[in-house]
């Protein structure tokens, strides 16, 4: 749930990278955080990282402003991937406004995946949050990887699902943009659907896309 | 760290933080102590208004404002404010919560003094900010969850302790009724054990009548023998008498009478008559008293329920509980005694006169139609030793630790309750006495019975006080 200061002026608004252990939560927010302009990002703040394992959360700020003088703040978190920190996956899911679910695409990891989603579900619903009308965007990493599900494959598991599918490659770079992308606008229409941003507070998708690095993906 | 760090609220971990969170004043005064301490140095808020002011000087949010309109949040401003010239410092990115650093510099200043001074109180600023607002996100996590799971393990313990108190009530209840099937069980031993002797005596009721019909059919024919006889007797005497009356008043019929009273003699055979008597009343006597051992041998055995404890001679008892047993045995059954000179013994007869028949039952039964048993008593300190072997069937091994325990049974269904053996060890145990049985399939059986001498009142009392089954785990072995 979108949380607004108390001038009424800012919306904050949290976006979670949920997922397996390992699977490349951090390294997406790592790569987006390079990515940006130092005007629009905050510092990356990594807790309590041990071993490559985030044990609470990792949190990069975003700041989109509208020429109103309307701001957004977006705070995209990660969630622990470990299966015994699930009180802590609980809490930082909560009033979330949108997820990446970040999948490892290793055929080895299809169980996990599995279980993190179920467990991104289950969560989702024991904290309140709607998980049907959720702007979710399903993340396949590691395509750089050896011994991957196919695309074809991933494709044909996820379609009913109707969820959004982006494959990517975070260490390289690869993808990270675009979900953040995808997960953008959908957040976006979801909340204008809610507090009617663009005719209140003239903040349109442009606002949110403008923020994303133009950069050159490699 | 002052009290307001100290205090962590449990609330949404990822809210936003305002400055009293993230910078209180204290801090704020601290930090503000790197600049010359002569000089006014505030903190503003984004709107303007101070939250911190080292000499309390009044700042009008609306100058603020209005310089900022005109210059921009980027870079240096300057204000003048009442008699102090000011540098204004705009804040951004996560210091934007602050809003503006506003220092007065004395006496000569150069853009790079206060650059410098502005980049490293921002720096400081950063750190600070950054630092506390991480602090504060974890903890505030941290407490989120600790709170959660206390939650949880608060309801898990609450369901623990109903289901704790479920549990206890069930074992409450369920102490009541194992005492109540315990009470169920022992009347129903107790009962089983009453009719397994019932039963014991119906089976020596049949051999019994067997035993008495014998002398009771050659008495009764005896009895008619002799019926028959004494009519004729009879006769005989009133022909005497007739001719004795005759002899005093009519000699002259005595002739007639004389011939008819011979021919009567004849027809009557008396000789035989009067010889033969002696011995069927012989006969009969010894029948009657037959009859009478057997029945004062049944009524020794089934002697009623009276609970008192006696003097026993154990030969006696073995020699009576071997009479009993008679219809039993089979005539090709040799029983040796080896009987030894044994102090009477205290005992409640009734009791070890069945665990004598018990064991001797079982001895019989194991050897079938042809075998021997070999009964001996002997005493040890104070202690009658019985020995009943036999040269039976013998237990095999795997049973043999089994044979003492309640219906623990070889026989078909229906023929034996498994309580013999059970009954001769509680028993044996009540008169603190012991049984051990010694076995080789094949070859035979021993029973050993320790009685102890001069316990028999004890024994009593405790078989009254002290539950039956309290020899249920056999002897020490």
Not at chain 2, 30 to 59: H, M, Q, W
Request: hydrophobic letters at 40%; a negative charge.
């Amino acid at each position: 749930m979108a949380e607004w200061t108390a001038d009424g002026n800012k919306l904050v608004i949290k976006l979670v990278y949920y997922g397996p252990a390992l699977s490349g939560k951090t390294t997406n927010l790592m790569r987006l955080h390079d990515m940006m302009e130092t005007g629009a990002c905050g510092e990356l703040m990594t807790f309590e990282t041990k071993g490559d394992r985030t044990l609470f959360f990792d949190l990069l700020p975003l700041v989109v402003k509208a020429e109103s003088g309307f701001s957004v703040k977006l705070k995209l978190y990660t969630v622990p991937g470990q299966v015994a920190h699930d009180a802590t996956r609980k809490a930082v899911l909560s009033r979330s406004d949108g997820v990446v679910f970040v999948a490892d695409s290793r055929n080895s990891q299809a169980v996990s995946n599995f279980e993190s989603f179920d467990n991104l579900e289950k969560n989702a619903g024991r904290v309140g949050l709607d998980f049907e009308n959720l702007p979710l965007v399903v993340q396949f990493n590691k395509r750089d990887l050896e011994d991957i599900v196919s695309e074809e494959a991933v494709r044909n598991r996820w379609a009913p699902t109707g969820l959004p599918i982006v494959f990517s490659s975070a260490l390289k770079g690869v993808g990270v943009v675009e979900t953040f992308r995808r997960l953008l606008l959908d957040t976006y229409l979801h909340l204008d659907g809610i507090y009617d941003l663009d005719r209140r507070y003239g903040l349109q998708t442009g606002h949110f896309t403008d923020l994303l690095p133009t950069m050159r993906e490699p | 760290m002052n009290s307001a760090d100290e205090h962590i609220e449990i609330d949404a971990f990822d809210r936003e933080y305002n400055l009293e969170d993230l910078l209180p004043r204290i801090q704020a005064q601290e930090l503000l102590e790197y600049i010359d301490g002569s000089n006014e140095a505030a903190l503003l808020l984004p709107d303007g208004t101070v939250y911190y002011s080292r000499y309390g000087t009044k700042i009008d949010a609306s100058e603020i404002y209005r310089q900022v309109r005109t210059n921009g949040r980027e870079g240096r401003l300057t204000v003048v404010l009442g008699n102090r010239r000011m540098m204004l410092f705009p804040l951004n990115h996560e210091l934007e919560t602050i809003g503006f650093l506003a220092l007065e510099f004395s006496g000569k200043v150069t853009d790079e003094t206060t650059e410098s001074t502005g980049c490293f109180l921002v720096r400081v600023f950063n750190r600070i900010v950054n630092l506390n607002y991480q602090i504060r996100m974890t903890a505030g996590l941290h407490g989120q969850v600790v709170a959660d799971s206390y939650e949880a393990l608060k309801k898990k313990a609450a369901l623990l302790e109903r289901s704790e108190e479920k549990y206890r009530i069930l074992a409450e209840s369920l102490e009541k009724e194992v005492k109540r099937k315990t009470k169920k069980i022992e009347a129903t031993q107790l009962m089983m054990l009453q009719q397994e002797k019932m039963a014991a005596i119906g089976q020596l009721a049949a051999g019994m009548a067997h035993e008495i019909n014998n002398p009771v059919g050659f008495v009764i024919s005896n009895l008619n023998t002799l019926k028959t006889g004494t009519q004729n007797m009879c006769r005989l005497i009133d022909a005497y008498h007739e001719l004795a009356t005759l002899l005093g008043k009519k000699p002259d019929r005595l002739d007639g009478r004389l011939a008819a009273l011979k021919n009567l003699r004849e027809e009557l055979d008396i000789e035989f008559v009067i010889s033969d008597t002696a011995g069927l009343i012989d006969e009969s006597l010894d029948g009657a008293r037959r009859i009478q051992i057997i029945v004062q041998n049944l009524r020794d055995f089934a002697h009623p329920s009276v609970e008192y404890a006696e003097n026993a001679d154990i030969n006696a008892c073995l020699e009576t509980t071997l009479a009993i047993l008679s219809g039993y045995r089979s005539d090709e059954i040799v029983v040796q005694r080896h009987y030894g000179d044994v102090p009477q013994v205290n005992c409640q007869l009734r009791e070890i006169n069945q665990a004598f028949f018990n064991i001797l039952k079982n001895a019989f039964q194991a050897i079938g139609d042809r075998g021997r048993i070999t009964i001996s008593t002997r005493v040890e300190e104070g202690t009658v030793i019985v020995a009943i072997a036999d040269t039976g069937s013998g237990i095999e091994k795997k049973i043999l630790g089994r044979i003492f325990d309640p219906f623990f049974t070889t026989r078909e269904v229906g023929s034996g309750f498994g309580l013999g053996l059970f009954q001769a060890y509680s028993t044996l145990k009540r008169h603190q006495g012991t049984i051990s049985v010694q076995s080789a399939p094949g070859k035979g059986t021993t029973f050993t019975l320790w009685l102890p001498t001069g316990v028999g009142e004890r024994a009593l009392i405790d078989s009254n006080s002290s539950s039956p089954n309290g020899g249920i785990s056999g002897p020490g072995r």
